[in-house]
């Protein structure tokens, strides 16, 4: 089983420009999750897709932020215009949707996709 | 809201020996989840250990355990014979058992395990 799959594994922007930070979740993962981790601090929580809608999105930082999931498979995450403070690595993790105790509903990390805006 | 803290930012530890990694967290909450999760330079980052708060009982996988306290609210990870390839960032995480099927993870800063010869 194929895991999370992170595009690009590293991004190199100026200041004012757009990226598109993308992420396959594992086939048939219905939850997937968008996080953060700014140099040396903790990792934080984005949004929360349940298929192709949004199920909390309480951590998006502010409206330069974008995300998608079109067709309930992969997510984008859209950052335009970037900022100096958006730089760190983002994160993509899956998980099943399923009835039960919830810590079956184990969340799959990808390798994360390491922004840098300049 | 909850919080996780990881006041290890760095850990060193020889070949064969043994190590502990602390967390503590804050919570109202009684029922709730605790996750360590492991991350290799550049790599995924892969769930190492869970512990559902609602268990006494301390959980194990292979050379990794943890020593859950509840009521001191701590949740330290252990790792036993320490090998090459158990160096990485280690992160805890809390996970409320509140909201719906399924709920967003809360991580502490993480602390960054050197394994030497």
């Known amino acids: 089983e194929a895991g999370v799959t992170q595009f690009p594994s590293h991004s190199v922007i100026e200041k004012g420009q757009t990226v598109t930070l993308r992420c396959d979740p594992i086939s048939g993962h219905d939850n997937l999750y968008w996080y953060r981790r700014v140099m040396g601090k903790e990792i934080k929580f984005l949004l929360h897709?349940?298929?192709?809608?949004?199920?909390?999105e309480s951590g998006m930082p502010n409206n330069r932020f974008l995300a998608e999931r079109t067709g309930g498979t992969y997510s984008t995450l859209k950052v335009q215009p970037a900022e100096l403070e958006d730089s760190g690595v983002y994160f993509c993790?899956?998980?099943?949707?399923?009835?039960?105790?919830?810590?079956?509903?184990?969340?799959?990390f990808g390798a994360g996709t390491r922004l840098s805006v300049l | 809201a909850q919080t996780v803290t990881q006041s290890q930012p760095e850990m060193s530890v020889q070949e064969a020996e043994t190590v502990t990694l602390s967390c503590t967290y804050d919570t109202s909450e009684s029922d709730y989840y605790l996750f360590w999760y492991k991350q290799p330079p550049s790599r995924q980052m892969i769930l190492v250990i869970r512990?559902?708060?609602?268990?006494?009982q301390n959980a194990t996988e292979n050379r990794f355990s943890v020593n859950f306290q509840k009521a001191a609210k701590s949740f330290s990870l252990k790792i036993s014979d320490s090998q090459l390839g158990d160096a990485a960032m280690y992160f805890c995480a809390y996970r409320s058992a509140q909201t719906g099927t399924a709920s967003k993870l809360t991580f502490g800063t993480g602390t960054r395990l050197q394994v030497t010869l």
């Open positions: 993790a899956s998980s099943r949707l399923q009835p039960g105790p919830l810590a079956k509903n184990i969340q799959y």
């Open positions: 512990q559902e708060a609602y268990k006494q």
């Open positions: 897709f349940v298929k192709e809608s949004k199920q909390d």
